[in-house]
């Protein structure tokens, strides 16, 4: 039995960037048609603003409640933490960034997800609407491909008229060479 694979048209996980300033996200939300299931969020705080920190709160369960046990949160991010001479976080609780992947293990489903974004200045918190969509990481799969059972017919006609006129023109060719010599003589 001879197996012939199907084409599959993989998707490889993105990375989609989103930059937390002090007037708001960029972009303000992630529209249909840009992000996949199995694709990330890298959400970056650009915020210098002192003592002013970000995140992102999601309802999961699509309750209209953003803290519940079902529901996302990002850790609080700063614009950026302190770190010794070594390179190393003074603070293993500080983060300026974080990765937010797109997939039903993480309880994240395809379509519309309504979120918060949160600005959190001493301890004042405000917070603005955000939404992010994805769908689905359809891979396209070619039907048409033989599968080994059907009898393969050859065109003949197709493939041998361009071998005919071939001929004919290096036979042209070769009986007006000696024509055109002999009237130059």
Same mark, same amino acid.
């Given at each position: 039995?001879? /197996?012939?694979?199907?084409?599959?048209? =993989?998707? +490889?996980?993105?990375?989609? #960037?989103?930059?937390?300033?002090?007037?708001?996200? #960029?972009?303000?939300?992630?529209?249909?048609?840009?992000?996949?299931?199995?694709?990330?969020?890298?959400?970056?705080?650009? *915020?210098?603003? +002192?003592?002013?920190?970000?995140?992102?709160?999601?309802?999961?369960?699509?309750?209209?409640?953003?803290?519940?046990? +079902?529901?996302? =949160?990002?850790?609080?991010?700063?614009? /950026?933490?302190?770190?010794?001479? $070594?390179?190393?976080?003074?603070?293993?609780?500080?983060?300026?960034?974080?990765?937010?992947?797109?997939? =039903?293990?993480?309880?994240?489903?395809?379509?519309?997800?309504?979120?918060?974004?949160? !600005?959190?200045?001493?301890?004042?918190?405000?917070?603005?609407?955000?939404?992010?969509?994805?769908?689905? *990481?359809?891979?396209?799969?070619?039907?048409?491909?033989?599968?080994?059972?059907?009898?393969?017919?050859?065109?003949?006609?197709? /493939?041998?008229?361009?071998?005919?006129?071939?001929?004919?023109?290096?036979?042209? !060719?070769?009986? !007006?060479?000696?024509?055109? $010599?002999?009237?130059?003589?």
């Amino acid at each position: 039995m001879i /197996s012939i694979p199907t084409h599959v048209q =993989a998707h +490889d996980p993105q990375n989609y #960037t989103i930059l937390l300033f002090e007037d708001g996200p #960029t972009p303000e939300g992630v529209v249909p048609g840009i992000l996949v299931e199995n694709d990330s969020l890298f959400v970056r705080n650009h *915020d210098t603003r +002192d003592n002013v920190s970000h995140r992102f709160v999601v309802d999961l369960d699509g309750d209209n409640t953003f803290t519940g046990v +079902d529901d996302y =949160a990002t850790e609080w991010l700063n614009s /950026s933490c302190e770190l010794n001479e $070594t390179g190393v976080k003074i603070d293993e609780n500080c983060n300026a960034h974080e990765m937010v992947i797109l997939a =039903a293990s993480n309880g994240f489903l395809q379509g519309n997800i309504s979120m918060k974004h949160q !600005i959190k200045i001493g301890e004042n918190i405000t917070e603005f609407d955000f939404f992010v969509n994805f769908g689905a *990481d359809v891979h396209s799969v070619n039907d048409n491909l033989p599968t080994g059972n059907e009898p393969v017919i050859e065109k003949e006609k197709s /493939s041998r008229v361009p071998l005919v006129l071939l001929l004919f023109s290096i036979i042209g !060719i070769l009986w !007006i060479i000696p024509q055109l $010599t002999k009237s130059n003589e």
